[in-house]
T-cell receptor, first 113, second 113 residues
Framework: SQKIEQNSEALNIQEGKTATLTCNYT??????LQWYRQDPGRGPVFLLL?????KEKRKERLKVTFDTTLKQSLFHITASQPADSATYLC????????????FGPGTRLSVLP | NAGVTQTPKFQVLKTGQSMTLQCAQD?????MYWYRQDPGMGLRLIYY???????DKGEVPNGYNVSRLNKREFSLRLESAAPSQTSVYFC????????????FGQGTRLTVV
């Protein structure tokens, strides 16, 4: 069955460092992969989408890579700030019309001042 | 623009009581979803509606029913609440198609005692 794993339940880093979060999937052939941010007590919010033919995507301090051979996406936050503290979820998606959204369990990132 | 609106925000039920969680979106989206989120379990899909007039079971549908009342509204009903249904419930919506993102409501925190 399809499975999505994210590297760890929680990750603590020092302010100013780069945070790297991992999303691995099995029994999937996603055409693209999405990343969402969830703050405590709120619903997830979409951040970035990367397609299978894109090796890397950037948005401000965020960078996402997608390796279909390794079945893995990496999500980087450079020059991290305490305001980046949140849970980050990945969602691999196929090209099936009318599919639902399946999310990884999430990684809770804490950026320490 | 309100986006996705869920009511109520908080609810306490006694075991065996019934209730309906309401969800409405004003983005003219075709697809709508209900998730539950439990600590350590991530977001799990209960039911979804790819388009008006259709509903499908997700990963954890037992104990729930849904109604896609019209394009805007998608309700989730607990007929006989159980303590195992204590959770945070999220409604989401998206355009129908490939490469779309999900928009989430603010969640309903339900406690069954």
């Amino acid at each position: 069955s399809q499975k999505i794993e994210q590297n760890s339940e929680a990750l603590n880093i020092q302010e100013g460092k780069t945070a790297t979060l991992t999303c691995n999937y099995t029994n999937y052939s996603p055409a693209y992969l999405q990343w969402y941010r969830q703050d405590p007590g709120r619903g997830p919010v979409f951040l970035l989408l990367i397609r299978e033919n894109e090796k890397e995507k950037r948005k401000e301090r965020l960078k996402v890579t997608f390796d279909t051979t390794l079945k893995q996406s990496l999500f980087h936050i450079t020059a991290s700030q305490p305001a980046d503290s949140a849970t980050y979820l990945c969602a691999p998606r196929t090209e099936n019309y009318g599919q639902n959204f399946v999310f990884g369990p999430g990684t809770r990132l804490s950026v320490l001042p | 623009n309100a986006g996705v609106t869920q009511t109520p925000k908080f609810q306490v039920l006694k075991t065996g009581q019934s209730m309906t969680l309401q969800c409405a979106q004003d983005m003219n989206h075709n697809s709508m979803y209900w998730y539950r989120q439990d600590p350590g379990m991530g977001l799990r899909l209960i039911y979804y509606s790819a388009s008006e007039g259709t509903t499908d079971k997700g990963e954890v549908p037992n104990g729930y029913n849904v109604s896609r009342l019209n394009k805007r509204e998608f309700s989730l009903r607990l007929e006989s609440a159980a303590p195992s249904q204590t959770s945070v419930y999220f409604c989401a919506s998206s355009k129908l198609g490939v490469g779309t993102e999900a928009f989430f409501g603010q969640g309903t925190r339900l406690t069954v005692v």
